[in-house]
């Protein structure tokens, strides 16, 4: 089993940064990709990024494409949501996910969340304007 731990949020002023941190224990990392969904009040849970095993093939849903970067440290059973200039509308609590069906089958991170085996509980980002 798995255990994923978010940390890192809190309030920020828009055009701010912040840095989410994702670790596993358990279980190492390596054999899984990695995904980061968001979900504000009253809306469904969206994805966010994810990032390959290896770290070489990362997706961004397009709202925060060059603003958000998602990366790992495998050494670390860690991985990271990079945020800079943040927008009121990225308010939500962010949860990572582990998934290891893709790396067996030899594909991409999935941007679906039920393709996600293990999540975290969650950390909250507020922005304020």
């Known amino acids: 089993q798995m255990q994923l731990v978010e940390s890192g949020g809190g309030l920020v002023q828009a055009g701010g940064s912040l840095r989410l941190s994702c670790a596993a224990s358990g279980r190492s990392l390596r054999r899984y990709a990695m995904g980061w969904f968001r979900q504000a009040p009253g809306q469904e849970r969206e994805f966010v990024a994810a990032i390959s095993w290896g770290g070489g093939t990362t997706y961004y849903t397009d709202s925060v494409k060059g603003r958000f970067t998602i990366s790992r440290d495998n050494a670390k059973n860690t991985v990271y949501l990079q945020m800079n200039n943040l927008k009121p509308e990225d308010t939500a609590v962010y949860y990572c996910?582990?998934?290891?069906?893709?790396?067996?089958?030899?594909?991409?991170?999935?941007?679906?969340?039920?393709?996600?085996?293990?999540w975290g509980q969650g950390t909250q980002v507020t922005v304020s304007s």
């Open positions: 996910a582990a998934d290891l069906g893709s790396v067996a089958a030899g594909i991409g991170p999935p941007s679906v969340s039920s393709e996600y085996d293990y």
